[in-house]
T-cell receptor
Framework: EAQVTQNPRYLITVTGKKLTVTCSQNMNHEYMSWYRQDPGLGLRQIYYSMNVEVTDKGDVPEGYKVSRKEKRNFPLILESPSPNQTSLYFC???????????FGNGTRLTVT | GQQLNQSPQSMFIQEGEDVSMNCTSSSIFNTWLWYKQDPGEGPVLLIALYKAGELTSNGRLTAQFGITRKDSFLNISASIPSDVGIYFCAGPPQTSGSRLTFGEGTQLTVNP
């Protein structure tokens, strides 16, 4: 089944403790992206990647890192999480520039 | 930053009623996309619009790409309880290349 898989689905952590949210897609898509969803703000893009080893900042990149060492994986890294990074995170991918995004099921992160 | 204004923010309707929501922007969009997010899930594409003036249907859903390329609307006819969710408009502003911008979302509640 074609899908975008995120892990974990739920994560509770403490301020400053490094964490990684994984994202994997099995559709051979070139483009991958991370979004955060907050009430009243919709989906805001954190980082995106047009292809392997190519990553760019989105609208809200501060406090996040990503890597794209292989086509299928696009992990989101929080080196030192803070409470304002408590949010619902979505990974997404698409095959080309004008193609719609396919989303994962989300990761709900709470930073205390 | 955010360039899409989506309205209304929320709607409470009775089953069987028709629903209309829209998105406007100060920027020209090349594509308009409408997504639905069910509780606990990632957004799923409903309709994609690629040409100004285009009117496209998907079952009880109809969406139009505004002539000015700065707006789009989504209509749902004869709503049913499973229409509950958050509806997002999205698109790449002409100046952003391939990056997608999302509206703030419309939370739809359907009372049986």
């Amino acid at each position: 089944e074609a899908q975008v898989t995120q892990n974990p689905r739920y994560l509770i952590t403490v301020t400053g403790k490094k964490l990684t949210v994984t994202c994997s897609q099995n559709m051979n898509h070139e483009y991958m992206s991370w979004y955060r969803q907050d009430p009243g703000l919709g989906l805001r893009q954190i980082y995106y990647s047009m292809n392997v080893e190519v990553t760019d900042k989105g609208d809200v990149p501060e406090g996040y890192k990503v890597s794209r060492k292989e086509k299928r994986n696009f992990p989101l890294i929080l080196e030192s999480p803070s409470p304002n990074q408590t949010s619902l995170y979505f990974c997404a991918s698409r095959p080309g520039v004008n193609s719609p995004l396919h989303f994962g099921n989300g990761t709900r992160l709470t930073v205390t | 930053g955010q360039q899409l204004n989506q309205s209304p923010q929320s709607m409470f309707i009775q089953e069987g009623e028709d629903v209309s929501m829209n998105c406007t922007s100060s920027s020209i969009f090349n594509t308009w996309l409408w997504y639905k997010q069910d509780p606990g899930e990632g957004p799923v594409l409903l309709i994609a619009l690629y040409k100004a003036g285009e009117l496209t249907s998907n079952g009880r859903l109809t969406a139009q790409f505004g002539i000015t390329r700065k707006d789009s609307f989504l209509n749902i006819s004869a709503s049913i309880p499973s229409d509950v969710g958050i509806y997002f408009c999205a698109g790449p502003p002409q100046t952003s290349g391939s990056r997608l911008t999302f509206g703030e979302g419309t939370q739809l509640t359907v009372n049986p």
